[in-house]
């Protein structure tokens, strides 16, 4: 009969899967008592059980590349590993169908499916990123704007609640929503509803040829021009991203196309055409396309409005930079932009800049930030107080004891 917490845990998942923690394994500076690591949905069941009998706070982490990421939680007792549940299930190509246990890179996911011309159309920047994690940051590269993001593209998920019970939702059909559709719920939920140990994505055919149109813009009126004109032109974008390295100085609005080659040609030529304004077309995506304006350790936020008030944006970070070196980027088609600011900015300045960020825009959060950062402000920033009290039930029907990954999500939850 195992008598402390670690026995209990090494009787359930073998001693070699459990050990103490160390300082490298804090989350957001909140270090862990214990490390498990599970590789299959049963271990991590097995592992929440304890969990549960013991009374322990949870954060699951996959290859720990977004695991600063959202507000750092109040307390954890157990990190619980999931990147040794790697694996493809099953990759129905007929189907256009992916299914993948969590622990997988998402990079793998795509190496296994290319072998077949498919891919699955979430570019997120991060190489190490899992599957689990980029469901759980809900995260997305520029594709996102042909492809939907990751909620579109997830249509079905398996996860293990609080008390160790597991629950599929959606299935491996496209069509096949029945009841709530509970993969959006975990979309972007920040380990605080359930321990996602697998998900089934729907697949895109791969295109045969690819280019790029990038065109420069001295002022956020011109880029909200120009990326409404793509927009709305007969290319068919895969993706508009941009790219503004200082935030007065000039946008470049670069726009991917993708199809058979000599129809892409002829439509990137055509593009560049209407756009004017000097618009080249390139053969690779520029060195900035799909990555992260801000290093690991710097500050990323994230602001969105809806694609029509872009210019608003850029005004609005320009404005509230006030100094600061802030670089923007993201996905001028669809309104949501990242900007990024080094590691070593004054932390009152970030939050200076967050502050009047929240005042302009609909939508601004902080996605990572290093601690002094945190310290200084909520990364989330404020919710509609219904929207709250909904969210504050839906937590507590999935994790009435507030054991996952506790105060990580909007308003403490
Ligand atoms: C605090 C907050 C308040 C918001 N208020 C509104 C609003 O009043 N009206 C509106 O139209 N949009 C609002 N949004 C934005 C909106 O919820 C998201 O843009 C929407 O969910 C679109 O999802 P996405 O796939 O585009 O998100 P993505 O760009 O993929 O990113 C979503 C990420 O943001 C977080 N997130 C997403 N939605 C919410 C949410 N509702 N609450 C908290 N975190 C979230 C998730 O952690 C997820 O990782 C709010 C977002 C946040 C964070």
Known sequence: MPTTTKDALAAALGAENV?????SDAVCGVRPQWVATVDSTERASAAMKVAAEH???VVPKGSGSKLDWGAAPTAVDLLLDVSASTGIVEHAAGDLVVHALAGTPIAEVGNVVRAAGQQLAIDQPLPTATVGGVVATGASGPCRHLFGGVRDLLIGITVVRADGTVTTAGGKVVKNV???DLGKLYTGSFGTLGVITEAVFRLHPVSAEHRWISVTAADPATAGALADEIRHSQAVPTAIELDRPRPDGP???CAQLEGRPAATHDR???LAATLGHEAQVLEQAPAWWGSHPFEPAGTGLRVAAEPAKLPHLLAAIQDAAAGLPVTTRGAAGLGVLHAGLPADTDPAAVAGLVTALRA???YAVVERAPRAVLAEIDPWGPVAPGLLTLMRRTKDQF?????LAPGRFVGGI
């Open 251 to 253: 946008i470049t609005v």
């Open 360 to 362: 302009r825009c609909e």
């Open 268 to 270: 990137a030529a055509e």
């Open 19 to 23: 050990r103490d923690a160390a300082e």
């Open 55 to 57: 009374g322990l706070r």
């Open 399 to 403: 994790d009435p004891e507030h054991r």
């Open 178 to 180: 029945a009841g709530y």
